[in-house]
């Protein structure tokens, strides 16, 4: 599957059920509720891999107790960085909200149409993903929490910094719980 056109629809009953409810170590396959688009997708399900992204953004909702935009997000990889961010900027979000589009400031809950962009430069390839899972699953975590209103903090401990200057502000469940042919750190 190309990395190009993978799209992954995050949704509520999915990723609740899925990283709500299952113990930290579980790892899960993820279907759409529904009939919508696929919630998480196995990269490799003859081999047992699980998908870094679907794993990530379940770990993410586990981290906030909460799924942003209704449910409805859009992960997407390989793409260009938007104008106005840092060229080496590794991922942003995109919204519409009441406030406008990508306002932090609007309710949360008036989010719509989101969708966390993937850089192309840092994360290419599943087995990217993989080796470089540690950053991803804080990434990731990161970015849902700017699609749950939060913006970013000045404490370099904080998952929501701006800049990781290092693993101390990674959620434990990144830690722990690892695609399956990711290795520790």
């Not at 961010?85 to 400031?105: H, I």
């Not at 309710?107 to 994360?123: E, F, H």
């Not at 990674?170 to 722990?176: S, V």
Request: with cysteine.
């Amino acid at each position: 599957m190309s990395l190009r056109t993978l799209t992954t629809a995050v949704l509520a009953a999915c990723v609740l059920v899925g990283a709500l409810a299952l113990p930290a170590g579980a790892v899960a396959a993820q279907r759409a509720v529904g009939g919508g688009p696929t919630a998480a997708r196995n990269a490799d399900p003859a081999a047992g891999a699980q998908s870094p992204m679907a794993l990530a953004a379940a770990i993410a909702g586990r981290y906030w107790h909460a799924v942003p935009c209704q449910g409805r997000v859009r992960i997407t990889t390989q793409q260009a960085v938007p104008a106005g961010l840092e060229p080496d900027s590794d991922a942003w979000v995109t919204f519409a909200s009441s406030g406008g589009p990508n306002v932090l400031a609007a309710a949360p809950s008036s989010y719509t149409n989101c969708v966390i962009g993937l850089g192309r430069l840092r994360w290419p390839t599943t087995a990217s993903m993989r080796s470089d899972w540690d950053l991803l699953c804080m990434t990731m975590t990161h970015e849902f929490g700017h699609l749950l209103g939060r913006v970013h903090d000045e404490a370099p401990a904080s998952v929501m910094a701006a800049v990781f200057t290092d693993y101390s502000s990674e959620p434990q469940a990144c830690r722990t719980t690892r695609p399956r042919s990711s290795r520790p750190s």
